[in-house]
């Protein structure tokens, strides 16, 4: 066994705030219960005083997790503290993550505080978020750029404040290894009770070194470190967690270092984050990305074929990549179905959820001859964001052609009335959606809009993904056919139904309320 290694998944906090990956209270929920199957060690929830809604999904994660620590992260703010202790004071295992910059361009610029004063307001928050909570984390913002002397005191202080894990973050991805190990190494050898408090890496991917990073500070005697799945975070992202976790299992031979993750639940992790922002997973993105296991060159496939070591050294199954692809068709029973749910690592699908699913399966075989695995999970992901309430898709016709102007011929049904419209556009999509703007009578605009296949060949299923805005909020839609039309139809009216009825979109004004007396004037970043 090798020294066990915390992993402190970030993916709800810092990844949440990179634009396009903002996640509603279900979905966040969804992402929590999954990451917590991962096996993560600490999941940093959200940043509960940024806002009510951040407030509430701390405060559900806390409540619904029983394997892992949740965590809050906090300014050096008595308010900031007083709401993450609210939100995450609820679960099993609570933790409070405070940070203050410590780089002296910080200090002057933004905090406009000498290090003096920075270092009194550590030491008050953190010995005030340990009176509240005894697992408190302390993080030095800009650690990379902070004077070396002084790291060593606000260390010191911040364990002797009650601080049991010291976060030394590169927040601007500005460090090369090298200079991540000296500081590591620095920080230990001259702090001597670093060894009563586990010291931590938080980097960032702006120059591609968030990963490589991570590591050489994990070599130099870092206990835990911070990571989001398929590397989402601020600005480049964070590093990956399935990057950090499969190198430090592939090559344990140079770490001797152990994590308690369950490296096959790590792609469908990565595939539950994206089907559920609609970003996707780059091809070449390492270890989840579709191309990661897949040999093209003739010279690799045949040694792979001869010795499968010869050109991999990790295996998909180790990742969670199913291979087996076994087809589903017309004939195959509810029995066959639910097993494949099983095979595909869903098992705690109520009994109502899969006549549901059987029965649009069914549907899908009529018009499509071999189900793949991707089918059976993209009709999943699409049933489990049905929006309850709202306008639903009685029939639709729509024409278009070179030479004449597209037309949409629609009829929505709500509370049992029918309602049909007409429209006209310079391409059926466009008709499509100026007709159901008409209907609903809710202007909006249209911020993206994607197709792709679910599957290879001809006969695959389209999945849409659409996100409007009305000003006041943004949301997104799923949709799933074989027809193209027809899936952008039904992804356009989730995002409306959601828009109308939900109202759980990211708000596009700034929600945080600081208020005049605050340290931190002007500034609103949740960034540490
Ligand atoms: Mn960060």
Redesign the pocket.
Known sequence: MGEKVFVFD?TLR?GEQAPGYSMNLEEKLKMARQIEALGVDIIEAGFAISSPGDFESVRSIASIVRNATVCSLARSLKKDIDAAYEAVKVAVSPRLHVFLATSDIHLEYKLKLSRDEAFERMDQMVRYASSLCPDVEFSLEDATRTDREYMLRIVEGAIKAGAHTINL?D?VGYSTPGEIYDMVRYVKEHVPLTDKAVLSM?C?NDLGMAVSNTLSGLEAGARQF?CAISGI??RAG?AALEEVVMALKTRKDKYGLETGINTKEIARSSHLLSSITGVKINPSKAIVGQNAFAHESGIHQHGVMAKRETYEIMTPEDVGVTKTNLILGKHSGIHAFSRKLEELGYYDIPDEEIKNLFSSFKALSDRKKHIMDNDIIALLDSQRSVVKEGWSLKDYVVNSGNGITSTACITLEKDGKKVQGVAIGTGPIYASFRCIEKIIKHPFSLLDYQLDAVTEHRDAQGQATVKVSDGKGTYRGRGLSTDVIEASLLALLQAVNRMLYEKHGEAEDDEFGLDEGDMLVGHTDK??
């Open positions: 970030t810092d973050p927040t938080h960032h911070e975070g601020e964070n960034e540490e």
